[in-house]
């Protein structure tokens, strides 16, 4: 008899225990479907007066030296090298400039990669120019051998690059933008706290905030923030008083006040913006243009199948010195025009707007879209 007793109540506890899994693992299903932009949808689409350039497969970032018009394009075929098979290994990204003094009519990409490093798979970049004028360019690098890596180019005549340093450190976990603050120093986003594949996808599913924030200066780095849910683009205000961390899952904007000699970042304010928020381009009124995902299971489908649209976004947001501001859509298209928008740079009244997968990208006028909704 007590020995049926005890089956019983081990049966009893073995049901509770099923049901407690079945509820947290649908909770956190529908937590993250939820974040993931799964259950959002939209009535109409804010359309832009564009054009479209023909690039190379994967132009996810982009960023404008305004001075000299030139736009640098960081580019991979990020499905070619998904998809494995012979000669994967090899596959080599590249950096290329399209001249913006140029009629936009005219504007071409122009392949001005350099020669190191022989195994250059670009992610995110950006731009530094010193108070003598030199320019240098900074590019996160996935090697093939799963290394991460960031490149350091000086940036010649015509937008020629020259390979100054590699930067690599444990601190690189997984990272995927960087912002230059002076000729050796940075910071850089790692938007899982991971490694592996099984344990970055762990970390999404939970929406775990695994990612973080590393600052780095001349050969030594250290973590400045932490707990971000996939912390995307960096970028910081004119006056580099404020640091901009785009939040994907959680869908936020974080924004840190910094201190220019250190470094060192103090949490400012969190915006909320309903969309995965990706790169951010920073204009010199100290506006901020983002490109973002409405849909992230949508981008997955497409990650995985070209023929998949996933719609785009672009947000404009202009911060108030104390705090807050002013956010509105420029574009929100359903992925006809361009699916998987990565990236919106500004230049003179025009965005040019690239995705993580399809070989163009956009040019766009920045006022078209705003003015008929406003």
Request: proline share 4%.
């Amino acid at each position: 008899m007590s020995g049926m007793k005890e089956k019983s109540a081990a049966l009893r506890w073995a049901i509770y225990a099923a049901v407690i899994l079945v509820a947290a693992g649908s909770f956190f299903t529908i937590r993250f479907l939820t974040s993931a932009g799964m259950f959002t949808s939209f009535r109409e689409e804010i359309t832009a007066d564009c054009s479209a350039i023909e690039a190379v497969p994967g132009p996810e970032d982009i960023v404008i030296d305004r001075e000299r018009a030139l736009a640098f394009v960081s580019a991979v075929d990020r499905r070619k090298i998904v998809a494995g098979g012979p000669g994967s290994q090899a596959i080599r990204g590249g950096i290329y400039v399209i001249d913006l003094s140029e009629a936009s009519d005219t504007w071409a990409l122009r392949p001005v990669t350099a020669l190191e490093p022989a195994d250059f798979r670009p992610h995110g970049i950006d731009l530094y120019v010193s108070e003598e004028g030199q320019r240098f360019l900074f590019v996160v690098n996935h090697p093939s051998d799963g290394t991460h890596d960031v490149e350091i180019f000086e940036v010649l005549e015509g937008g020629l690059l020259e390979h100054r340093r590699t930067v690599s450190s444990e601190l690189f976990i997984h990272p995927n933008d960087v912002h230059a603050v002076g000729p050796d120093a940075f910071y850089l986003t790692n938007d899982h706290g991971s490694s592996s594949n099984f344990g970055r996808l762990l970390e999404d599913f939970f929406l775990a905030d695994r990612g973080n924030l590393v600052y780095w200066e001349g050969d030594e780095g250290r973590v400045v923030a932490d707990g971000f849910t996939y912390a995307n683009g960096v970028n910081s205000s004119p006056d580099g008083t404020k640091l901009y961390v785009a939040e994907t899952l959680d869908m936020t904007l974080r924004i840190f006040s910094r201190d220019i000699e250190t470094g060192a970042l103090e949490p400012f304010e969190t915006v909320y913006l309903g969309t995965g928020v990706d790169n951010i381009d920073v204009l010199e009124d100290g506006r901020l243009l983002i490109g973002a995902h409405p849909s992230l299971t949508d981008f997955l489908a497409h990650a995985n199948d070209p023929a998949a649209l996933s719609p785009s976004q672009i947000v404009e947001m202009t911060p108030r010195a104390g705090g807050g501001g002013e956010a509105r859509t420029l574009l929100l298209d359903k992925g006809d025009l361009l699916s998987g928008l990565a990236t919106a740079a500004g230049y003179n009244g025009l965005m040019l707007a690239s995705g993580v997968f399809e070989p163009k990208i956009l040019v766009c006028a920045q006022e078209s879209a705003a003015e008929e909704t406003e």
